[in-house]
């Protein structure tokens, strides 16, 4: 079965940039998405397709897919950006398939 | 705004059965496949199952198939999740999600809040 694979913790600094990896054989030929967990709520998308944004998610997400690795890029990171992250990838062998998460801390 | 509300969670011993439902509104429910994804405590996500939007196709993670169905009601629209021969690593805080694509199986754009599912003897 497919796996994605991201490191489990990443750390920044308020107004830095916080880049969260995601791996997986190929990714590149899958599109790849992004979501957001805060603690006790639901997940939230932030990025699909690569890097389109769906509305209302600011800017400072951005994502990207290349190779084996696809991209989260949180610029000019906030408070309110500590949380979990997991990527996600589909194409048509692979239904559905979670990367393990990245838990951000902003120091 | 697109609302997704589970219920049917509970506590209920192993080998015992479950169904959950999800009640969609405010989008076309008939449009769009829907999943459901778990939670266990302290873990990650990981994706359950998915039916497509007409209820035809079906498709589930190893560890569920066989005991576990996902089905639709497209005239009352909602989802379910029936949930057979349960075994305890099947706690977990289980979602009802839809996908984002129409007539297609790509991404999760909303999902509902969850219902808490135990086996526990």
């Known amino acids: 079965s497919y796996e994605l694979t991201q490191p489990p913790s990443v750390s920044v600094s308020p107004g830095q940039t916080a880049s969260i990896t995601c791996s997986g054989d190929k990714l590149a030929t899958k599109y790849a998405c992004w979501y957001q967990q805060k603690p006790g709520q639901s997940p939230v998308l932030v990025i699909y397709q690569d890097s389109r944004r769906p509305s209302g998610i600011p800017e400072r997400f951005s994502g990207s897919n290349s190779g084996n690795t696809a991209t989260l890029t949180i610029s000019g990171t906030q408070a309110m950006d500590e949380a979990d992250y997991y990527c996600q990838a589909w194409d048509s062998t692979t239904p559905l398939v979670f990367g393990a998460g990245t838990r951000v801390t902003v120091l | 705004q697109v609302q997704l509300v589970e219920s049917g969670g509970g506590v209920v011993q192993p080998g015992r059965s479950l169904r959950l439902s999800c009640v969609a509104s405010r989008f076309t429910f008939t449009n769009y496949g829907m999943h459901w994804v778990r939670q266990a405590p302290g873990k990650g996500l990981e994706w359950v199952a998915v039916?497509?939007?007409?209820?035809?196709?079906?498709y589930y993670v190893d560890s569920v198939r066989g005991r576990f169905t996902i089905s639709r009601d497209n005239s009352k629209n909602t989802l379910y999740l029936q949930m057979n021969s349960l075994r305890v690593e099947d706690t977990a805080v289980y979602y009802c999600a839809k996908d984002g694509s129409v007539a297609a199986i790509t991404y999760l754009d909303y999902w509902g809040q969850g219902t808490v599912v135990t086996v526990s003897s």
């Open positions: 039916i497509s939007f007409d209820g035809s196709k079906e």
